[in-house]
Structures are given as structure tokens and as C-alpha cells.
């Protein structure tokens, strides 16, 4: 079976995360990937390579110049589906299909815009010539259903998954890993890592932040990542006084180390799919603070495996971190609990199966329900 995978690129984020996970995991299983990068290849493209996916870049020649080498390279490599990774992706390969045939599967990993009257029109329509549409997490599954009235039977939900080796808790290594990164050996450290901006909301978890640290002279917050926000971020900590006890990182390959040297993950999300970032903290033993968007709470389970509060609610944030600030017994549990929970629920084997099922469903004229699909966060 030959795949081809189209993105915008591969650069740093959850989703083209996601990607590679996946495209690994597909290869391992004798499944022939390829991937398409629309804009630009990325810094993720040697990982892709690595797993031996041919990865190629398709954005240098205009629009119609890349359709036409798309359709000339899906009839040159026996493609025999193609998989499109969210909005802009799924536009070229409705196209590609269209031209030749060749079945589309499309993965919407998020949606900012549901309220959006012409989003939603385009996402419609899009999905009338795709095969089936993966959600991947309940909420998306619910506004492409409800609200872009995809019929049901196309709509499948596929939660992401992540390495749950690779990100373990390393409690031995907790003193050691905060010194190399610079963070405080007995502070309450509380992060987030992710793109810095408009939808994940980092402004409210500095103000929240501001509010803790008032109240609790040993907390600090680091947030890594980078994006469009991360002056104006870099600006409201400064405005409020926060100095070093506010870091912005930047971005960083590990992620695992870092999620490891906190003491609480938190995502204050506008929107979300199904978070990876999320997903490692809870594979690494981290207790979260996240707000009811998406697919968060999905994953963390109130009271259970971390704690959920309603979206843009400074004062709630504020005070769920300073719940935990106090009680390093509940953080411990909760940490073990969400551990226990991404385990049991969100592996990345588990992913890649029920995609590699989908694809056969797909080829084999069956879309409804492969095994493996629709698995309930």
C-alpha cells in the first residue's frame, strides 16, 4: 500500500508531531509513506526521512504548477490514497482526487473557526469528496457532524497517540534536569509547551500566573515554544512585574526533559483537538490544569487526573494552580493517574492501527467503523 501524507510543512508543533508519529509508526508496519509539504519541508523533515518516507516539497511553483506535478507524481508512484492533514492540505488533495481518482482521507486535527459561517461552508464541501473524515478528538467529531453537517457515517474519531516510552516519568533525574535547564531545585515550577499563539492563550496563564505568584514566592512559570505572541507574552510579564520568575524558553527538541522538571503542566487553550503536548505531560507522570475546550477534557478527567477549569477564566486558573502549589501529595496522584490513564488509552500503536485499519477500509470499499477507530477519549 503506497501512502501520500499532505501538510502545510513540518515544522515544530503538535499536529506535524502527530505527522511523524504516525508516519513512523505506518512504516514500521510495511505501509509505503510519502509526504507532501506544501509550503516547506520543515526542521521535521530528516525525522520523516529517517523512518524512510520520501518527503518532498511542493509549494516553490504556484498553485496550479503544484497540482499539476501532484497529480503527475500520485500517477508516477502507484499512490493509491492520499491523506490530507487539516484546512489548506485538504483543498489540494480534494483536487488530487478529483483529478485522479485516487481516494481521499482527511484528518482534521482542530478547529479554530466553528462559528465561522464561510469556514464552515468550505469544510462542507470538502468533505463531500473525501471518503471519510477523522476527528480526532469527540468535540471535533461533534461540529463536523452537527455543525458542518458531514454525514455521520464518514466521520470517525481517532485520537492522537504518543510514545509512552519515550515519555515516562523520571522522578530520579528531577534534580538533575532542573539544574541543566536552569530551573530552580525547589521551586513550583508550572509550564506549558506549545505554539505561542492566539488559540493557545498563554496571555491568561501569565496574568493567572501573576496572581500565584503573589501568593506563592517559590512559584515559577516557564513556557517553551515560539510563535507570533511571544513578544507580546515577553510584554505582559514584564508589565506585571514578574521578571525572572517568568521565562520564555523558546523552542526545544527535549521535550520530555522538560515536562519531566515540572511540577504542573497547564493549558489554557481557546481552542483544541487533541493536544500531543497534553498527551506527553500526562505520559510523564505531570498532573494538568486545562481549560474545558476541545478535546482537554477528554483527556484530563476533573478531580482524577488533573484539574479543569472553564476557558478564559483568570481566576479560576489562578486558583487551581494554587490548589496543587500546596499539595504535593495531590499532584503526585494525579500525575499517576494521568499516567495510568495516556497508557491505557492513548498509546501511538494504538493510533497508527487504527489508521493502517481505515486504509484498508478505505481501499477495500468499506468506511464505516474499521477496528480500532472511534475510540472514546
Not at 461540529?143 to 481517532?158: C, F, M, S
Not at 483527556?299 to 484539574?307: C, F, K, M, N, S
Amino acid at each position: 500500500m503506497r501512502v501520500l501524507h499532505l501538510v502545510r510543512a513540518l515544522r515544530v508543533g503538535g499536529l506535524e508531531q502527530v505527522v511523524v508519529n504516525l508516519l513512523e509508526g505506518l512504516a514500521r508496519r510495511g505501509v509505503a509513506c510519502h509526504l507532501g509539504c506544501l509550503v516547506e519541508r520543515g526542521v521535521w523533515a530528516e525525522r520523516a526521512r529517517t523512518a524512510g518516507v520520501w518527503v518532498g516539497g511542493l509549494g516553490a511553483r504556484g498553485r496550479w504548477r503544484v497540482l499539476a506535478d501532484l497529480r503527475r507524481y500520485l500517477r508516477r508512484e502507484g499512490i493509491a490514497l492520499i491523506h490530507s492533514h487539516n484546512s489548506q492540505a485538504h483543498v489540494f488533495g480534494v483536487l488530487a482526487s478529483l483529478a485522479t481518482g485516487i481516494p481521499l482521507v482527511h484528518t482534521k486535527h482542530g478547529q479554530n473557526w466553528p462559528d465561522d459561517p464561510r469556514w464552515v461552508w468550505k469544510s462542507r464541501q470538502l468533505s463531500r469528496f473525501s471518503r471519510a473524515v477523522v476527528a480526532v478528538s469527540e468535540d471535533i467529531r461533534r461540529i463536523v457532524t452537527q455543525i458542518e453537517k458531514v454525514p455521520a457515517r464518514k466521520v470517525l474519531t481517532i485520537v492522537n497517540g504518543v510514545d509512552t516510552e519515550a515519555f515516562r516519568p523520571r522522578p530520579e533525574e528531577r534534580a538533575g534536569l532542573r539544574a541543566r535547564l536552569g530551573l530552580p531545585a525547589e521551586g513550583f515550577i508550572v509550564g506549558s509547551i506549545g505554539r505561542l499563539a492566539w488559540e493557545k492563550n498563554y496571555e491568561l496563564l501569565v496574568r493567572a500566573f501573576a496572581r500565584l505568584a503573589a501568593q506563592v514566592p517559590a512559584a515559577h512559570l516557564a513556557l517553551v515554544g515560539d510563535g507570533p505572541y511571544r513578544e507580546r507574552l515577553a510584554a505582559a510579564a514584564q508589565g506585571l512585574g514578574l521578571g525572572e520568575r517568568c521565562r520564555l524558553v523558546g523552542p526545544r527538541e527535549n521535550v520530555a526533559e522538560w515536562l519531566n522538571a515540572l511540577d504542573v503542566f497547564c493549558l489554557p487553550s481557546l481552542t483544541e483537538g487533541t493536544s500531543i503536548t497534553l498527551l506527553e505531560a500526562g505520559a510523564c507522570g505531570r498532573p494538568a490544569v486545562v481549560t474545558r475546550v476541545g478535546g482537554n477534557a477528554e483527556i484530563v478527567e476533573d478531580g482524577v487526573t488533573g484539574l479543569v477549569v472553564p476557558a478564559g477564566e483568570e481566576r479560576a486558573l489562578s486558583a487551581a494552580l494554587l490548589a496543587l502549589a500546596g499539595d504535593g501529595e495531590r499532584r503526585r496522584a494525579l500525575g499517576a493517574a494521568a499516567r495510568a490513564r495516556i497508557v491505557e488509552r492513548y498509546g501511538a500503536a494504538a493510533m497508527v492501527a487504527a489508521y493502517a485499519n481505515l486504509y484498508e477500509a478505505v481501499l477495500g470499499g468499506r468506511t464505516r467503523r474499521p477496528a480500532g477507530a472511534e475510540r472514546r477519549g
